[in-house]
């Protein structure tokens, strides 16, 4: 009996730290809490791995990287692209004979008003200086292709460092440094603990007293079942006429990934939160 006390107690206590009302009479259903999600992770092209830079149930964050793929050639056509972007002397060979050629029909045209040069010398320094504009136009835009060049071997090379997509925790490493990595040859497989999710199958009495949005208290199995805050998320509207349920999905705050997924669990749906 004394034991029975301490136990609610310390649950009362411990809904009231986590922020949550203590139990008013909601059915305790069993639950399962799971990842928010698990990505498998493969290469975007394929490639022999150079390096692999996680190992199982190592963290890692949204844009870290995950393994590297063997890029020499990559980084020789983005030197390659670099140096050619960086050429800018057709532009200004081009721009002097713009410059030149504009001179030149001035003179040309102040002597042919004056009756000093036939029409044929003005015709020709007319079209000298629209195809220096030409030629120009011409340098400035393979100038342009050169900066896209370049931009498309740095994409090209990007794609060799493969880089998680979310945050959270590496499950299993698949792949290893010298192996083939591809799209059908995954590299790592990595959940996303924080939040988690808890699915449950609640009986069919209760549906129409379960809705998105609703609060409510989770217990992780022992050792470690201290209550957490919850929500509700999903609420399935196809009932299972075989159990005579239907499925509920809660989401759990989990800062720090301090609960594992892969726990059973209980919940009592409609507790209030503070």
């Not at 499950?171 to 591809?182: D, Q, V, W, Y």
């Not at 998320?233 to 239907?246: G, H, I, L, Q």
Request: aromatic share 4%; with cysteine; charged share 25%.
């Amino acid at each position: 009996m004394r034991t029975a006390r301490r136990t609610l107690v310390w649950l009362v206590t411990g809904l009231l730290i986590a922020g949550v009302a203590p139990p008013s009479g909601a059915a305790e259903l069993d639950c399962l809490l799971q990842p928010r999600e698990i990505v498998t992770v493969s290469a975007p092209v394929e490639g022999v791995l150079e390096r692999v830079a996680v190992e199982r149930g190592d963290v890692v964050e949204a844009g870290s990287v995950l393994a590297v793929l063997e890029s020499s050639l990559e980084r020789s056509a983005v030197a390659i692209a670099r140096a050619r972007a960086a050429q800018d002397y057709n532009i200004k060979a081009n721009q002097v004979r713009v410059d030149f050629g504009e001179r030149r029909f001035v003179r040309t045209d102040e002597m042919f008003k004056k009756s000093l040069v036939p029409l044929k010398e003005f015709d020709e320094a007319e079209t000298a200086k629209i195809l220096a504009g030409y030629g120009l136009i011409e340098a400035n835009e393979q100038r342009r292709l050169a900066d896209l060049d370049l931009d498309r071997a740095q994409t090209a090379l990007e794609l060799r460092t493969i880089r998680s997509p979310i945050n959270g925790v590496v499950m299993e490493r698949l792949r290893h440094p010298g192996e083939l990595a591809s799209r059908e040859n995954p590299l790592v497989k990595i959940a996303r603990l924080d939040p988690l999710r808890a699915e449950v199958f609640v009986p069919i009495a209760l549906y129409g007293q379960v809705a998105v949005g609703q609060h409510a208290v989770v217990v992780p199995e022992a050792p470690l079942n201290r209550p957490l805050a919850a929500r509700v998320t999903v609420v399935d509207k196809v009932a299972n006429a075989a159990s005579s349920t239907f499925g509920v999905r809660l989401e759990v705050p989990n800062a720090g990934n301090r609960v594992p997924g892969g726990l059973t669990c209980k919940v009592r749906i409609g507790e209030g939160a503070r």
